[in-house]
């Protein structure tokens, strides 16, 4: 792996690999400090391309472009975990570039994610590999009812299908496209966590408090932090969990572990993003230093300050469903009713086409306590239209 063996001083350029939200917060941390940003991707109106005084808009596997973003830039990271690797291990050649694509090979495929899992001894789902042209008939009952989830390019709840018998699980697999899945028994589940991280290339590691995650429709719909239900036993095991995964990757940058917690109490890692997350937003208002400055100095070769929270947080997605009305025409949410709740920071993504699930933007309500923090949550759900939590 390439690793920056000296501090990239203020001043340089950083290339990202991708050009959505992700991307652009990244920029906006690190211009903060003084660093020009590149940014790859191919649609001249993307959140980060926006914001980015270099925007390189080319596919990924562009090869003059990337050729241009080694030229260009001091060290590249990536903001999505489906860049092809082929496209990293090019630029990984030539410049400082982290995470590694070997680190992001394992978070694009489930089945080894999960392969991963079990060589560091971190308990997951109860599953089985389903590799294309087997046999489902195959699978062992006990994973029924399950969740039949594509190995590959799966977000936000997509390519996942709940099967409750053998038969089921057939169909769903053919509705799939028959491609390389992971079935997973349907779990209990009491709550859902997560923790963000970030290792530096000298293997130093920060990691933030776990927050707590409540998903709609597969899609995350809030994130408290502090996490109401999580004991500090809890949040330790979640924390050394992730930890235990970044070291078995050799990971240098910031990375997502998703984690269950079950009725019964067991905590099981769910999934691995290779990058900032969306969970982790409300950092960017509630603690001293954010999940996408932690990017920037692990790139950078720049020490990684310990988070400290200064304030309690309740962040709230704002999908494109928002933009319409009952009677599905489009409208503009009522911003200045929201821009008057003390400690609401909203932050919007800069998508022009809203379109319903979509990622459009987050609100973060910050206050002195949690129960603050949520009752100015729930007025802005109030005004949005968001059914309360
Ligand atoms: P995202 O990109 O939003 O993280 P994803 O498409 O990668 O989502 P997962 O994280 O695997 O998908 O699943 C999305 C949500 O579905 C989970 O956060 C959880 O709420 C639910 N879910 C997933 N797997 C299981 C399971 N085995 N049992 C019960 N619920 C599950
Ligand atoms: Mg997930």
């Not at 992001?104 to 590999?129: I, S, T």
């Not at 996408?292 to 304030?311: D, K, M, T, V």
């Not at 911003?335 to 809203?354: F, S």
Request: glycine share 10%.
């Amino acid at each position: 792996m390439t690793r920056p063996t000296r501090f990239i001083a203020p001043g340089a350029t950083l290339g990202v690999l991708g050009g959505g939200q992700l991307g652009r917060m990244f920029a906006q941390a690190a211009q903060s400090a003084g660093y020009g940003v590149a940014v790859l991707e191919a649609d001249e109106a993307a959140p980060a391309a926006q914001v980015t005084g270099i925007h390189l808009d080319a596919r990924y596997d562009d090869l003059p472009a990337l050729d241009r973003l080694a030229h260009d830039c001091a060290a590249v990271t990536v903001e999505f975990e489906n860049i092809p690797v082929d496209a990293m291990r090019r630029l990984e050649a030539r410049l400082p570039l982290a995470p590694s694509p070997a680190a992001v090979a394992v978070c694009q495929d489930r089945a080894q994610e999960k392969a991963l899992f079990g060589r560091l001894g971190v308990a997951c789902a109860p599953h089985a590999v389903l590799a294309a042209g087997s046999d489902p008939a195959a699978v062992d009952p006990a994973l029924l009812p399950g969740i039949l989830k594509t190995s590959r390019l799966g977000y936000d709840g997509k390519g996942q299908a709940i099967v409750a018998d053998a038969t089921g699980l057939a169909a769903a697999w053919r509705g799939l496209g028959g491609v390389d899945c992971v079935l997973e028994q349907r779990l209990d589940l009491d709550f859902e966590l997560s923790v963000v991280l970030a290792r530096g290339h000298d293997g130093a590691a920060v990691a933030f408090a776990p927050q707590q995650n409540l998903h709609r429709s597969g899609i995350l719909f809030a994130s408290f932090a502090p996490a109401p239900s999580v004991t500090p036993a809890v949040a330790a095991a979640a924390q050394a969990a992730a930890l235990r995964i970044a070291e078995g990757l050799d990971y240098v940058g910031v990375l997502c572990v998703e984690f269950f917690v079950l009725r019964d109490g067991r905590l099981l890692a769910n999934e691995i993003a290779p990058r900032p997350h969306n969970s982790g937003h409300h950092t960017i208002d509630s603690c001293d230093v954010s999940q996408f400055e932690l990017q920037w100095r692990a790139l950078a070769g720049a020490p990684l300050p310990q988070p400290r929270q200064h304030s309690a947080a309740v962040m709230l997605n704002l999908l494109g469903d928002l933009w319409f009305d009952a009677a599905g025409r489009q409208r503009e949410p009522d911003w200045a009713a929201v821009l008057a709740l003390a400690g609401a920071h909203l932050h919007l993504y800069g998508k022009r086409d809203p379109r319903r699930g979509r990622k459009m933007g987050h609100l973060t309500c910050t206050a002195a306590d949690a129960a603050a923090a949520r009752d100015t949550a729930l007025a802005a759900c109030g005004i949005l239209g968001l059914e309360p939590f």
